[in-house]
């Protein structure tokens, strides 16, 4: 059976790891050596964004070219997706021309309506609801800075109600880590979200809260992870959401109440003065550049485990 990755728990707990270590063996040789050429021949695969993107579409181009592939950047509006065509005929076609896709949208049932219908594996390069790549360069980086990631405190600060909060339930869950989201009410995920989260960490020794109390959320945290406050999609709820999430800025006062060796990520664009201080991005604790550039490493990881698993 083909598999995709649409959302974090479509991995295991034991191929979350699987992945996370080829990431790591893939960064050390990122030519290679390791793993050899898996996308040669070349394979295409096709990459679609119809959300804005830096790190997604430039991590993922040069990855498949690593791994020994073609990337070709599908113009959505173009193509028409959902418009002149509907998502399942385009992942017809595209599934007959290219062994993988990679799909930046923003529903969710899109990108599964995709999976079902292309024959090939699909990756979720984020939709509304989940950010799973970012996820596994954030989980590359942390093991990077601190190790087995088993039994550490992550605490998520801001729009919890978004991809990443979501992504960092089911991904944090899945690693075994102990999930603090710290959101004002209104912007924490849903409680399915954490029922799906509590389900996974039930099995990984790991656990997942709501805590809207920032200072106590970040208490003796490893991680400290903030975003945007204003999603892509929510530009027009810009002022209102500022006021809203204020007491949430990662500021340098709140990063001295997690463990003093704590790290500090955010998935980027960072926007300095509101959701983060320019002193924390810009300072020592900030592993925001390691984690730009493990989304490389990482989604190579997760194309080369794809195409292995593929069944044509
Ligand atoms: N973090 C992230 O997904 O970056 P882009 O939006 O620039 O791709």
């Known amino acids: ?27 050390k040789d990122p030519f290679g050596e390791v793993l050899g050429k898996p996308l040669a021949g070349p394979h295409t695969v096709a990459m679609i964004f119809d959300k804005a993107t830096l790190r997604t579409q430039s991590s993922f181009t040069a990855g498949v070219a690593e791994l020994g592939g073609q990337p070709l950047l599908v113009d959505g509006k173009l193509a028409g997706i959902g418009k002149r065509e509907s998502v399942a005929d385009v992942a017809r076609v ?6 993988q896709v ?7 049932a899109d ?29 590359l980086t942390i093991t990077e800075h601190k190790g087995p990631l088993a039994g550490l405190t992550a605490t998520f600060l801001g729009d919890g109600a978004c991809n990443m909060g979501n992504s960092w339930l ?42 809207p109390d920032p200072v106590a959320a970040v208490a003796g945290a490893d991680v ?5 406050w204003v999603s892509m999609g929510k530009e027009d709820e810009a002022e209102a959401r500022r006021a809203v999430f204020a007491p949430y800025a990662v500021t340098a006062d709140l990063v001295a109440r997690a463990a003093p060796d704590a790290i500090v990520m955010h998935c980027l664009p960072a926007y300095r003065g509101y959701e983060i201080a320019a002193e924390v991005i810009d300072g020592p604790q ?23 698993r593929r069944s044509r």
């Open 102 to 108: 990679v799909w930046r949208t923003y529903a969710q």
């Open 170 to 211: 089911l991904a944090g869950a899945l690693a075994g880590m102990h999930v603090r989201i710290s959101a004002p009410a209104g912007y924490v995920p849903e409680q399915s979200m954490f029922d799906r989260a509590a389900e996974i960490a039930a099995g990984t020794g790991g656990s997942v809260a709501a805590e």
């Open 94 to 99: 595209l599934g007959r021309q290219v062994s």
């Open 1 to 27: 059976m083909t598999r995709h990755l649409l959302r974090d728990d479509d991995l295991t707990p034991a191929e979350q790891a699987e992945v996370l270590e080829l990431a790591a063996a893939i960064k």
């Open 286 to 308: 900030s592993v925001v550049w390691d984690e730009a550039e493990n989304r490389r490493h990482a989604q190579k990881a997760v194309m080369a485990w794809l195409h292995e």
């Open 224 to 228: 400290v992870i903030t975003d945007t």
């Open 111 to 139: 990108l599964e309506v995709m999976a079902a219908a292309s024959g090939v594996p699909v990756i979720n390069a984020l939709t509304d609801d989940f950010h799973p790549c970012q996820l596994l360069a954030d989980l």
